[in-house]
């Protein structure tokens, strides 16, 4: 339903606003970009560029942080520092 949406989006968007979107804010899920991509709302050359969402990167940085801290959190580093 996302991808339908999306591609809807795209498609109207010359005729009711008059204006071509050529990024698009993507939260890491690389179908609906792909999909919207392959649709070619624009004709076949015009490119649309994905933007990653910075929220979403700053969302699984911390937790890949978040998980590297637990499982070295007794281990001691090369300067003989543990985390924690």
Same mark, same amino acid.
């Given at each position: %339903? !996302?991808?339908? $949406? %999306? &591609?809807?989006?795209?498609?109207?968007?010359?005729?009711? *606003? $008059?204006? *071509? =979107?050529? +990024?698009?804010?993507?939260?890491?899920?690389? +179908?609906?970009?792909?999909?919207? @991509? !392959?649709?070619?709302? =624009?004709?076949?050359? #015009?490119?649309? !560029?994905?933007? !990653? @969402?910075? $929220?979403?990167?700053?969302?699984?940085?911390? #937790?890949?942080? *978040? *998980?590297?801290?637990?499982? %070295? &959190?007794?281990? &001691?580093?090369?300067? $003989?520092?543990?985390?924690?």
């Amino acid at each position: %339903m !996302e991808v339908e $949406g %999306m &591609k809807k989006f795209f498609r109207r968007s010359v005729a009711e *606003r $008059g204006v *071509r =979107y050529l +990024s698009y804010i993507g939260d890491g899920d690389a +179908s609906t970009f792909k999909d919207v @991509c !392959e649709d070619k709302p =624009y004709g076949i050359n #015009t490119t649309i !560029e994905k933007v !990653e @969402c910075v $929220g979403h990167v700053q969302r699984r940085m911390g #937790t890949r942080l *978040r *998980r590297l801290k637990k499982d %070295m &959190k007794r281990k &001691k580093l090369a300067d $003989g520092k543990t985390i924690g």
